[in-house]
């Protein structure tokens, strides 16, 4: 097994923190970046004997399985998340100590914005900054390495509009 | 795109970076899961790797919490308490890497020693806030290896200061900005303590972020180029910093890195120690880390983030000994046979370091022994990283 894939232990240590921000970053609260992040490393868990390395990329198969469980959660709760959303500047829980820690981050405000993009715009920025390569991008998204750079350049420049939108 | 489109791209990006970055699941998340995770997998899997090969291969102390290691533990030992004999005899890793009390560890208080700050929460390694693929990093491997101690390690000092801070308020943050000559923003910034906008920059200050572990920092976005006498990187990174009077006062080594688009200047951050010298700030994956500035394209702006100029205080704490520190470090070993086989990994050198433990209130920067040593594997040259927290365990609170 060491030849051909890291041990798993290895993915869920390096790429739990990733995930769970990629996920997040699509996601309107932290409970449901947990569950999901959670169902990806289960699916993958369990699915990882059965992977082979010379198709993909251990890491690219993790936001692969990421990717396919956000776009379930939002297929779910489609209806939910959009009225989340609707409401701007929702006051935050901070009944538990390690949520507040979490909350806190700096820039949660910025992946608010990210979250509310065209799906595409916003998975592509996502999925760059969680790390991978545009050609990695592109094969996630189906589509070619520009297409992909083009999409995330879209999708910066949207986020901008955003932010400054919002700004005004 | 014009000069100032491009900036606030690269400011929007460079943000983007910080927010993927420091958004992790709350600390006790990755325990958690894991231990779900170990639940649901066939009961004759988990017997047949046995409970010492488990606890002491996969994972690598002290990053699990004995709290979790306890609970894994019950589960696996519930599970495979009936065919114990039959487990494999290679699990010498011990659950934790951390030392107990019946080490000796508290025989080095000395005189003049005053743990005033009551127990300290002990630090979380294991994680950084920095990309995996940062420039300069060199390739840091995380997972299980066997690891061997051949290198030299002499530290004479029975105690350390630990250094403290309070977290600032909103009123710190503002007269920080009222510094730069920056004014608050009518916006928002959710998380953060504010933010400010001064003639050709804009500012962001936020508190510390608990995990992984960052101290209150400013973020200055430089809208102007700005005169050098030099078009050197460090020159440059230089000017920009001291026209905002934003140099460090802190001792430090500089680090230039090289992108296409960008020149990162780093200013890592040390500590002076009586006794010790220049003690380097690291993250909890054992990173350098301090006042970065980067710079864009032709000098057209930067980007300044580096930690809020707080007052620290400090005081003594009795320390493990280098040999007990060295114990430490190898406990988090894995079993050196069974399957599957891992790395064999020699640590060769150690120093003291600063780590970052956030606490509340009030954070602290404590001491530790920083291990590493270099391998190949799989054809990628790596190095392994090993933190032991140095203050007597006893001290720490668990």
Same mark, same amino acid.
């Given at each position: 097994?060491?030849?051909?894939?890291?041990?798993?232990?290895?993915?869920?240590?390096?790429?739990?923190?990733?995930?769970?921000?990629?996920?997040?970053?699509? $996601? %309107?609260?932290?409970?449901?970046?947990?569950?999901?992040? =959670?169902?990806?490393?289960?699916?993958?868990?369990?699915?990882?004997?059965?992977?082979?390395?010379?198709?993909? *990329?251990?890491?690219?198969?993790?936001?692969?399985?990421?990717?396919?469980?956000?776009?379930?959660?939002?297929?779910?709760?489609?209806?939910?998340?959009?009225?989340?959303?609707?409401?701007?500047?929702?006051?935050?829980?901070?009944?538990?100590?390690?949520?507040?820690?979490?909350?806190?981050?700096?820039?949660?405000?910025? !992946?608010?914005?990210?979250?509310?993009?065209?799906?595409?715009?916003?998975?592509?920025?996502?999925?760059?900054? *969680?790390?991978?390569? &545009?050609?990695?991008?592109?094969?996630?998204?189906?589509?070619?390495?520009?297409?992909?750079?083009?999409?995330?350049?879209?999708?910066?420049?949207?986020?901008?509009? #955003?932010?400054?939108?919002?700004?005004? | 795109? #014009?000069?100032?489109?491009?900036?606030?791209? !690269?400011?929007?990006?460079?943000?983007?970076?910080?927010?993927?970055?420091?958004?992790?699941?709350?600390?006790?998340?990755?325990?958690?899961?894991?231990?779900?995770?170990?639940?649901?997998?066939?009961?004759?899997?988990?017997?047949?790797? +046995?409970?010492?090969?488990?606890?002491?291969?996969?994972?690598?102390?002290?990053?699990?919490?004995?709290?979790?290691?306890?609970?894994?533990?019950?589960?696996?030992? +519930?599970?495979?308490?009936?065919?114990?004999?039959?487990?494999?005899?290679?699990?010498?890793?011990?659950?934790?890497?951390?030392? *107990?009390?019946?080490?000796?560890?508290?025989?080095?208080?000395?005189?003049?020693?005053?743990?005033?700050?009551?127990?300290?929460?002990?630090?979380? &390694?294991?994680?950084?806030?920095?990309?995996?693929?940062?420039?300069?990093?060199?390739?840091?491997?995380?997972?299980?290896?066997?690891?061997?101690?051949?290198?030299?390690?002499? $530290?004479?000092?029975?105690?350390?200061? $630990?250094?403290?801070?309070?977290?600032?308020?909103?009123?710190?943050?503002?007269? &920080?900005?009222? %510094?730069?000559? =920056?004014?608050?923003?009518?916006?928002?910034?959710?998380?953060? !303590?504010?933010?400010?906008?001064?003639?050709?920059?804009? !500012?962001?200050?936020?508190?510390?972020?608990?995990?992984?572990?960052?101290?209150?920092?400013?973020?200055?976005?430089?809208?102007? #180029?700005?005169?050098?006498?030099?078009?050197?990187?460090?020159?440059?990174?230089?000017?920009?910093?001291?026209?905002?009077?934003?140099?460090?006062?802190?001792?430090?080594?500089?680090? $230039?890195?090289?992108?296409?688009?960008?020149?990162?200047?780093?200013?890592?951050?040390?500590?002076?120690?009586? %006794? @010790?010298? @220049?003690?380097?700030?690291?993250?909890?994956?054992?990173?350098?880390?301090?006042?970065?500035?980067?710079?864009?394209? +032709?000098?057209?702006?930067?980007?300044?983030?580096?930690?809020?100029?707080?007052?620290?205080?400090?005081?003594?704490?009795?320390?493990?000994?280098?040999? @007990?520190?060295?114990?430490?470090?190898?406990?988090?070993?894995?079993?050196?046979?069974?399957?599957? *086989?891992?790395?064999?990994?020699?640590?060769?050198?150690?120093?003291?370091?600063?780590?970052?433990?956030?606490?509340?209130?009030?954070?602290?920067?404590?001491?530790?022994?920083?291990?590493?040593?270099?391998?190949?594997?799989?054809?990628?040259?790596?190095?392994?990283?090993?933190?032991?927290?140095?203050?007597?365990?006893?001290?720490?609170?668990?």
């Amino acid at each position: 097994m060491l030849a051909d894939r890291p041990p798993f232990e290895d993915l869920y240590r390096d790429y739990l923190g990733r995930i769970y921000a990629y996920v997040r970053a699509q $996601v %309107s609260s932290s409970a449901d970046a947990e569950d999901i992040t =959670a169902q990806v490393f289960m699916n993958a868990y369990q699915a990882y004997g059965r992977f082979e390395a010379r198709n993909t *990329s251990p890491v690219a198969w993790l936001f692969r399985i990421a990717r396919n469980a956000t776009t379930d959660h939002f297929r779910a709760h489609g209806r939910r998340e959009r009225l989340r959303r609707t409401i701007e500047h929702q006051p935050l829980a901070f009944d538990d100590p390690s949520r507040m820690a979490e909350e806190r981050l700096q820039y949660r405000a910025l !992946l608010d914005h990210v979250a509310r993009l065209p799906e595409r715009q916003r998975d592509s920025i996502a999925l760059r900054h *969680s790390g991978l390569t &545009f050609e990695e991008v592109g094969v996630l998204m189906s589509c070619t390495e520009d297409a992909a750079k083009m999409l995330y350049h879209r999708g910066l420049k949207a986020l901008r509009d #955003s932010v400054h939108k919002e700004g005004e | 795109m #014009s000069e100032e489109e491009d900036l606030e791209l !690269l400011a929007l990006q460079r943000q983007l970076d910080d927010a993927f970055q420091t958004t992790r699941p709350r600390p006790a998340f990755e325990d958690e899961l894991w231990l779900r995770m170990q639940a649901r997998r066939p009961i004759m899997t988990r017997l047949r790797e +046995g409970v010492a090969g488990l606890v002491g291969g996969i994972w690598e102390a002290p990053a699990l919490p004995s709290g979790a290691i306890a609970i894994a533990l019950i589960v696996l030992l +519930g599970a495979g308490i009936f065919t114990l004999g039959r487990l494999h005899p290679g699990g010498a890793g011990s659950a934790t890497s951390g030392l *107990s009390n019946q080490d000796g560890a508290g025989k080095n208080f000395g005189p003049n020693v005053s743990p005033e700050y009551g127990p300290l929460p002990v630090p979380a &390694f294991g994680t950084a806030p920095g990309p995996p693929q940062a420039l300069d990093r060199q390739a840091v491997f995380q997972g299980p290896v066997t690891l061997t101690w051949t290198g030299h390690l002499d $530290v004479s000092a029975a105690s350390l200061p $630990v250094f403290r801070y309070q977290e600032p308020a909103q009123s710190d943050a503002d007269r &920080f900005a009222a %510094s730069l000559g =920056a004014r608050p923003s009518t916006e928002a910034v959710q998380g953060g !303590l504010g933010l400010y906008a001064g003639k050709d920059f804009t !500012l962001v200050v936020i508190g510390t972020v608990a995990q992984p572990a960052r101290e209150p920092s400013f973020n200055l976005s430089e809208l102007k #180029s700005i005169s050098s006498p030099s078009a050197d990187p460090l020159a440059l990174a230089t000017a920009y910093l001291s026209a905002r009077h934003l140099m460090p006062t802190w001792p430090y080594q500089t680090e $230039v890195q090289t992108t296409a688009g960008t020149v990162r200047v780093r200013f890592l951050r040390s500590f002076d120690v009586p %006794s @010790q010298g @220049q003690v380097a700030l690291v993250d909890g994956a054992g990173n350098r880390y301090g006042i970065e500035v980067d710079i864009a394209t +032709g000098g057209r702006g930067a980007f300044e983030t580096g930690p809020l100029p707080m007052s620290l205080a400090s005081a003594g704490y009795p320390i493990i000994t280098p040999d @007990q520190a060295v114990r430490s470090a190898l406990a988090s070993s894995a079993p050196p046979t069974g399957s599957p *086989s891992y790395p064999a990994v020699r640590l060769t050198t150690a120093e003291i370091v600063y780590t970052l433990v956030w606490a509340g209130d009030h954070s602290f920067y404590e001491p530790a022994f920083l291990f590493s040593g270099t391998f190949t594997y799989q054809g990628t040259a790596y190095v392994k990283r090993v933190l032991v927290p140095a203050v007597d365990p006893s001290l720490l609170t668990h």
